[in-house]
């Protein structure tokens, strides 16, 4: 059983930074992607950042440029940081791990950017 856990949500200041971290733990071998996403009431959930051994980086256009992702494989861990944070990005932010067939989400962290 794999089990995804996110920290390093809460209140910030527009223009502040945040950083998220998720772990994955339990029967898994060196997660094939690993990345997060993000939700708002009443929309679909939608791609942030994602590491990929087999595709490599990819950043949502709404936030290029004022992030970065970084991965350490040895602890199945990623971490995302967000920079000039706006009360858009204010969001339930989802860890998502790929095994290769298998995926796996975190229960979600929320972010909540304030003027």
């Known amino acids: 059983q794999v089990h995804v856990m996110e920290s390093g949500g809460g209140l910030v200041l527009a223009g502040g930074s945040l950083t998220l971290t998720c772990e994955a733990s339990?029967?898994?071998?060196?997660?094939?992607?690993m990345g997060w996403y993000r939700q708002t009431p009443g929309k679909q959930r939608e791609l942030v950042a994602r590491m990929s051994k087999k595709d490599g980086t990819t950043f949502a256009d709404f936030i290029q440029g004022r992030t970065s992702i970084s991965r350490d494989s040895a602890k199945d861990m990623v971490t995302l940081q967000i920079h000039d944070l706006k009360p858009e990005d204010t969001a339930v932010y989802y860890c998502?791990?790929?095994?290769?067939?298998?995926?796996?989400w975190g229960e979600g962290t929320l972010v909540t950017v304030v003027s």
């Open positions: 339990g029967t898994i071998f060196s997660a094939s992607a």
């Open positions: 998502n791990v790929w095994t290769g067939d298998k995926e796996y």
